[in-house]
């Protein structure tokens, strides 16, 4: 009777959470979120279906990520290089925000989610920023984790826009200081968010496609073969599970 209670005891456990979580939770993880095309292509689908498979996914994980005490979930939704698409699918992209937001966002504040977003926001179509800048507004008051979109955005031209910025604030006299690393990172559009702890990419894919490349300089990665819109929260632990053995040393010993 004991042994029978024990192993549904662990198969309940194993079948709720995946692997056990012992260690420190992340605090950012940041999230490249790839393979949506290929997952559709692989059942004969529009690259549309595999992009509206992955904005569910987005909320599954965004609600675990929470419960289980993350700080922040950063996830690559769009990059400064996604426009050389063909435009049908550029276009459905950009529809994606407001669809997702439409449903999610009474969830998200309920769940005392704090929503942000990182990019460059002159670019984007109108019905796209309003539904951002709305889920924006709407969860400003929030405390919880911060759900921060990174939606056109590309870590080169966030360092170049920095550095424009920064000599223009010498010139008209707004910075007088020497430039430290602080500084320099509060020019960047992540600009008060913690660097990210563990970077998740999808879909087998080892680059980071111009994510973050300031901010990633000592984050440990984690890669998988899984295609984003296949990613569930068992992959999630697995990711987190493999951060906690990790020696993070930061150059010291
Ligand atoms: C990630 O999936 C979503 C975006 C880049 C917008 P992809 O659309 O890149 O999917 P693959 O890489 O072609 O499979
Ligand atoms: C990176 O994925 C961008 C996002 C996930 C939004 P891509 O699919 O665009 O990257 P590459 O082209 O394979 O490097
Ligand atoms: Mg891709």
């Given at each position: 009777?004991?042994?029978?209670?024990?192993?549904?005891?662990?198969?309940?456990?194993?079948?709720?959470?995946?692997?056990?979580?012992?260690?420190?939770?992340?605090?950012?993880?940041?999230?490249?979120?790839?393979?949506?095309?290929?997952?559709?292509?692989?059942?004969?689908?529009?690259?549309?279906?595999?992009?509206?498979?992955?904005?569910?996914?987005?909320r599954r994980v965004t609600k675990h990520a929470n419960s289980l005490g993350v700080g922040i979930l950063t996830v690559y939704a769009f990059s400064t290089e996604n426009w050389k698409r063909p435009k049908d699918e550029v276009s459905y992209l950009m529809k994606l925000p407001a669809e997702f937001l439409n449903t999610f966002l009474p969830e998200l504040i309920e769940e005392n989610v704090q929503v942000r977003i990182m990019g460059d926001k002159s670019m984007l179509?109108?019905?796209?920023?309003?539904?951002?800048?709305?889920?924006?507004?709407?969860?400003?008051?929030?405390?919880?984790?911060?759900?921060?979109f990174a939606l056109n955005y590309g870590s080169r031209s966030e360092i170049l826009g920095a550095v424009q910025r920064i000599v223009d604030d010498y010139k008209n006299e707004h910075l007088q200081k020497d430039i430290t690393e602080e500084i320099f990172a509060d020019y960047l559009m992540s600009n008060k968010l913690k660097d990210p702890d563990l970077l998740i990419r999808t879909s087998g894919e080892m680059r980071l496609s111009n994510f973050m490349l300031w901010q990633l300089a000592y984050t440990?990665?984690?890669?998988?073969?899984?295609?984003?819109?296949?990613?569930?929260?068992?992959?999630?632990?697995?990711?987190?599970?493999?951060?906690?053995?990790?020696g993070r040393r930061f150059g010291g010993i």
């Open positions: 009777m004991l042994r029978i209670l024990k192993r549904w005891l662990a198969g309940s456990r194993t079948k709720t959470s995946g692997e056990l979580l012992e260690g420190p939770i992340p605090f950012h993880i940041a999230i490249i979120m790839d393979g949506n095309g290929r997952w559709a292509k692989k059942r004969a689908l529009p690259r549309s279906a595999g992009h509206h498979e992955g904005m569910k996914v987005v179509p109108k019905h796209t920023l309003d539904a951002v800048e709305r889920a924006v507004n709407d969860t400003s008051q929030n405390s919880g984790m911060i759900l921060n440990e990665f984690w890669f998988t073969d899984v295609l984003w819109p296949d990613f569930n929260e068992k992959h999630l632990h697995e990711a987190i599970s493999a951060y906690q053995k990790r």
